[in-house]
């Protein structure tokens, strides 16, 4: 294996413990909307940030792994 494989693959555990992360920031901070707190908005907006720069993260892993 060599050293941009191994690099690719750090890359996509990652982005997949970003995009784990994001979801249950995600599921958290929709409980606290329905009491109308103002930090679920906060909450709720990092999520989504990590959500989608896990989801950046591993197609550039991808990519990085098919060019290999």
């Known amino acids: 294996m ?3 494989e191994k690099l690719s693959l750090r890359t996509m ?3 997949l413990a970003l995009v784990v992360v994001g979801v ?3 599921l958290y901070g929709s409980n606290m909307l329905f009491e109308m ?3 679920a908005i906060l ?3 990092f999520a989504a940030i990590l959500i989608f720069s896990g989801i950046i993260l591993m197609v550039v892993a991808l990519a990085g792994l098919a060019s290999v």
């Open 2 to 4: 060599s050293y941009r």
């Open 13 to 15: 555990f990652l982005a």
């Open 24 to 26: 249950l920031l995600m």
């Open 37 to 39: 707190n103002s930090l």
């Open 43 to 45: 909450v709720v907006g």
